[in-house]
């Protein structure tokens, strides 16, 4: 694959995880998952990861895999790209394991100290991909291995600081996030 190919497999394979933190900032809201429990004289998780978003994130990253499975014929057809389906388990584990390791960077940021949308460089861009792809490999071992090359692995590290900084600035201008980053 030349280097334009792979950035397209390492977007569409990601796109599934890329969503689930977008839709919860949307629709999340309602009880946080910490229930307001502390540790350590500081909040678990804190207000911003809720039950809403957790469900409403990985329902619409599932509901997106699904579709781009079906699709993925023929958008690899006129792409000339060969782009991977999703099977129900990569899909579940996509955008399950990006919404765990958002809530697992958020856990780790409480423990050092950091408040609620302080930045935490690197670990904020890049908690739920590493979520994703862990639980895509314990749930798909065979797809997530064949999808996520080495050349694909490598993009979607370099690719994915990129959108997700991209994002949150989107997110801001539009007033659905307090902080840029």
């Known amino acids: 694959m030349g280097p334009v190919e792979v950035a397209v497999v390492a977007i ?9 933190n ?9 009880r946080p998952i910490d229930g307001g ?15 809403r978003g957790l ?14 499975g079906a699709l993925a014929p023929t958008v690899g057809a006129a792409l000339g790209v060969a782009l991977p389906g999703f099977p129900l388990a990569a899909a579940v584990g996509l955008a399950l394991g990006a919404m765990l390791g958002d ?5 780790f940021k409480r423990r050092t100290g950091r408040e609620r949308g302080a930045p935490f460089p690197v670990l904020d861009q ?3 991909a590493a979520g994703a792809l862990l639980l895509a490999l314990v ?10 090359t080495p ?31």
């Not at 569409?12 to 689930?20: E, G, I, K, R, T």
């Not at 809530?103 to 856990?107: H, M, N, P, W």
């Not at 749930?139 to 996520?148: G, I, Q, S």
């Open 55 to 68: 469900v409403a994130g990985t329902l619409a990253g599932l509901l997106l895999a699904l579709v781009l």
């Open 103 to 107: 809530i697992a960077g958020s856990l």
């Open 151 to 181: 050349a694909v692995l490598l993009a979607v590290v370099v690719l994915t600081p990129l959108l997700h900084v991209g994002t949150n600035v989107i997110g801001y201008w539009l007033g659905l996030k307090r902080e840029p980053w």
């Open 37 to 51: 429990r502390t540790w350590g004289g500081a909040r678990l998780l804190g207000d911003g990861k809720t039950w």
């Open 12 to 20: 569409w394979s990601m796109l599934p995880a890329y969503v689930p």
């Open 126 to 128: 890049l908690d739920f």
């Open 22 to 30: 977008n839709v919860a900032v949307v629709l999340g809201g309602g």
């Open 139 to 148: 749930l798909a071992p065979t797809w997530t291995l064949a999808t996520f």
